[in-house]
């Protein structure tokens, strides 16, 4: 990276610790969060400057000197399915009140594909987004939370659903039958083309978009999930041959501003 510069990360989970790694390995100066005490240790021992920040407790999220850096991300996800989804969005609203005077004039925020809903279309960066899920409702409302905030350029990274370390689609939807809407395109991404991703656009300075992060390969969900869950050893799902509701998410801004072309660019071969 051309640019040796600061960056905070909110949220050194599943996507925000190897993206942390990668950004250290490209000589940048990272700062990474978790809410785990455990993990500040194993965030040090990867040369990053480690912080504790709980979110849902204001009190625990002042620290001093994690937001002294350029660039901000923000990879805290909803978590809708664990019943904690009214507090997602005052996460948001306290982590803005903590840039306020900070060093920080990039965000980074990272989205999710839900705010789309299956419109039986093909959407792209340029779409409307209409959610159906409380998900993906209050994902789009932080979304325009922090694109609406002065003084900051917010940039909006939206993933699929995600695949890599750890996230095994294979089991799924290993040995079951009957599964609706066998034909529905799915919408996914690798770990690695998220990171890919998110460097590029600190590398090459192009904030303030929308960017899609969505393999451009969208094979259907029978094809998709039998072969995945034969590769990790389980029986291959039978589904019901049908379309029912679906969306296919095109990526035009990666290409396009990034010039950034898909390390796993074809599903059927990385899973």
């Known amino acids: 990276m051309a640019k040796k510069i600061?960056?905070?990360?909110?949220?050194?989970?599943?996507?925000?610790?190897?993206?942390?790694?990668?950004?250290?390995?490209?000589?940048?100066?990272v700062k990474g969060s978790t809410t785990t005490p455990d993990k500040l240790t194993a965030l040090t021992g990867e040369g990053i400057e480690a912080y504790l920040i709980?979110?849902?407790?204001?009190?625990?999220?002042?620290?001093?000197?994690?937001?002294d850096s350029e660039v901000l991300v923000i990879a805290i996800p909803p978590r809708?399915?664990?019943?904690?989804?009214?507090?997602?969005?005052?996460?948001?609203?306290?982590?803005?009140?903590?840039?306020?005077n900070s060093a920080v004039k990039q965000i980074i925020f990272i989205s999710s594909t839900s705010v789309f809903g299956d419109t039986n279309t093909r959407v792209d960066e340029t779409s409307i987004p209409q959610p159906e899920t409380e998900s993906g409702k209050a994902i789009l409302t932080a979304e325009k939370l922090l694109q609406s905030t002065p003084g900051l350029t917010t940039t909006v990274?939206?993933?699929?659903?995600?695949?890599?370390?750890?996230?095994?689609?294979?089991?799924?939807?290993?040995?079951?039958?009957?599964?609706?809407n066998g034909q529905a395109p799915v919408n996914l991404i690798h770990l690695d083309d998220c990171i890919g991703i998110t460097?590029?656009?600190?590398?090459?300075?192009?904030?303030?978009?929308?960017?899609?992060?969505?393999?451009?390969?969208?094979?259907?969900?029978?094809?998709?999930?039998?072969?995945?869950?034969l590769k990790a050893g389980y029986t291959a799902p039978v589904f019901i041959d049908e379309l029912n509701e679906w969306k296919m998410v095109d990526s035009k801004h990666v290409p396009l501003y990034l010039n950034y072309m898909f390390v796993n660019g074809t599903l059927l071969n990385v899973t």
């Not at 709980?54 to 937001?67: I, K, P, Q, R, Y």
């Not at 005052?90 to 009140?97: C, M």
């Not at 695949?163 to 040995?175: A, E, H, L, N």
Request: overall charge neutral; glycine content about 14%; charged content about 25%.
């Open 199 to 229: 460097c590029q656009i600190i590398e090459k300075e192009e904030y303030g978009l929308v960017y899609h992060g969505v393999t451009p390969d969208h094979p259907s969900r029978q094809d998709f999930y039998a072969q995945a869950s």
């Open 6 to 29: 600061g960056i905070s990360i909110l949220g050194c989970g599943w996507f925000g610790l190897p993206l942390a790694k990668q950004l250290i390995d490209l000589g940048c100066r």
């Open 54 to 67: 709980d979110l849902a407790n204001e009190e625990g999220a002042t620290v001093s000197g994690f937001f």
């Open 157 to 180: 990274l939206r993933f699929g659903g995600l695949v890599g370390p750890g996230r095994d689609p294979g089991r799924f939807f290993g040995g079951k039958t009957d599964i609706p």
């Open 80 to 100: 809708m399915r664990s019943g904690k989804e009214s507090k997602y969005l005052p996460k948001i609203e306290l982590a803005l009140r903590m840039i306020k």
